[in-house]
């Protein structure tokens, strides 16, 4: 089976921009997670989407948003991205147990 | 809330060597799953090894075990045989089953940087 794709895998925005990155999971998984991971402060949660339902969210402010659609791709928007929003974004995918795969990820550079 | 600390933020090892990473956590729950994932320099996040919390059997995958304290709330990992490649981040994390807040979502520790030393 192909592993988790995401897309695109380097990104480089300006301050006050949107942008918008997408995650296939792995066929026949239903749950997409979103990851954002800097060297200050590690690998955190963004949010999770089973089924099209956003399910969990993380501590991050309402710029960040996503949706899941019904082949169980998903993507995730960033809008008026500011300078702390470069990252690498992690996507990762779940069949109904508890072992999450990884994408490769997006770099994403705010400038 | 949980929370996983790794104290080593970095180490190195011989090749051929046996290297024991360390991982703290805590958490009032009993039904979780914790995790040990590897991250190279490609940025991959790789599993290296999974354990379930109720059961009491440490996990091993080829050249990987887990040294699993529930009461102590300790989770380490032993490579054995070191290889060059397994020069990496490695990452210790929980993994919360229930339908509730916190749940669903893994909550990484901040990661041992492994050198593995020709």
């Known amino acids: 089976k192909a592993g988790v794709t995401q897309t695109p895998r380097y990104l480089i925005k300006t301050r006050g921009q949107q942008v918008t990155l997408s995650c296939s999971p792995i066929?026949?998984?239903?749950?997409v997670s979103w990851y954002q991971q800097t060297p200050g402060q590690g690998l955190q949660f963004l949010f999770e989407?089973?089924?099209?339902?956003?399910?969990n969210k993380g501590n991050f402010p309402g710029r960040f948003s996503g949706r899941q659609f019904s082949n169980s791709r998903s993507e995730m928007n960033v809008s008026t991205l500011e300078l702390g929003d470069s990252a690498l974004y992690l996507c990762?995918?779940?069949?109904?147990?508890?072992?999450?795969?990884f994408g490769p990820g997006t770099r994403l550079t705010v400038l | 809330a949980q929370t996983v600390t790794q104290s080593q933020p970095e180490m190195s090892v011989q090749e051929a060597e046996t290297v024991t990473l360390s991982c703290t956590y805590d958490?009032?729950?009993?039904?979780?799953?914790l995790f040990w994932y590897k991250q190279p320099p490609s940025r991959q996040m790789i599993l290296v090894i999974r354990?379930?919390?109720?059961?009491?059997q440490n996990a091993t995958e080829n050249r990987f075990s887990v040294n699993f304290q529930k009461a102590a709330k300790s989770f380490s990992l032993k490579i054995s045989d070191s290889q060059l490649g397994d020069t990496a981040m490695y990452f210790c994390?929980?993994?919360?089953?229930?339908?509730?807040?916190?749940?669903?979502?893994?909550?990484f520790g901040k990661g041992t940087k492994l050198s593995v030393i020709p």
């Open positions: 990762a995918s779940r069949l109904a147990g508890d072992t999450q795969y």
């Open positions: 066929s026949g998984h239903r749950s």
């Open positions: 989407y089973f089924s099209e339902t956003q399910r």
């Open positions: 958490t009032s729950e009993n039904n979780y799953y």
């Open positions: 354990q379930e919390a109720y059961k009491q």
């Open positions: 994390a929980f993994f919360l089953v229930y339908s509730g807040a916190g749940s669903y979502q893994l909550t």
